[in-house]
């Protein structure tokens, strides 16, 4: 244990402040979704608590500096009670699919294609989304996953960025792709859209496996 570090437990069986990782340990092992950092004095880690993860978390956009990147104390663990979505691509452009699977079983949900002349890219929007509308009908309240950074900030400005041309093959994609647009300018949703971190978890649920 490095001298003075501190870690903070937003989310565990007792939040709070610990000065020590075996303490730290005991109220996030096991613990779905569990949130917790370390921080090099206890101001820091004060200031954190009291900011709250996911204000704490905004306030550090990733970097691609050592310093900056995601670590396991701030990364914690998925939370399995949750939907994870991707897509899959053979070729770019080439034959495009998404699904939606139960994170901790992987239970296939739903899956949409495979659609001609379409992008891993239009294909991860278009899974966020889906799966955002399918939380919606179903009225329920779990989480949703994503391992595309470019999905979720397209779901947010609620427009897919994609330079793909449009021509009769793939019109299909782009109906969908107006369809989605649509939903999310005229939909609200409460659904927490997380990003997967597949350099700690793993590749995501619902990967294809095709890499």
Known sequence: MAKGKYYVVWKGLNPGIYDNWAECKMQVEGQDGAKYKSFENREEAVAALERGHDEYVKSRPYQKSAQSKPDRFSVGKPI????????????????????GVYTATKQEIFRIGPFKKGTNNI?????????????????SD?????????AIIWVQKKKCKTLLEREPANEPIFELIERAEKWLNTNTYTTRIIK??????GEIPADFGRK
């Open 123 to 139: 294909g991860e929007f278009l899974a966020l989304v889906h799966g955002l509308a399918f939380l919606k009908q179903k009225n």
């Open 142 to 150: 779990l989480p949703i996953y994503s391992d595309s950074r470019n």
């Open 80 to 99: 399995n009670h949750s939907l994870s979505v991707d897509a899959a691509c053979s070729g770019n452009p080439g034959d495009m699919e998404y699904r």
């Open 196 to 201: 997967w971190e597949t350099e700690f978890w």
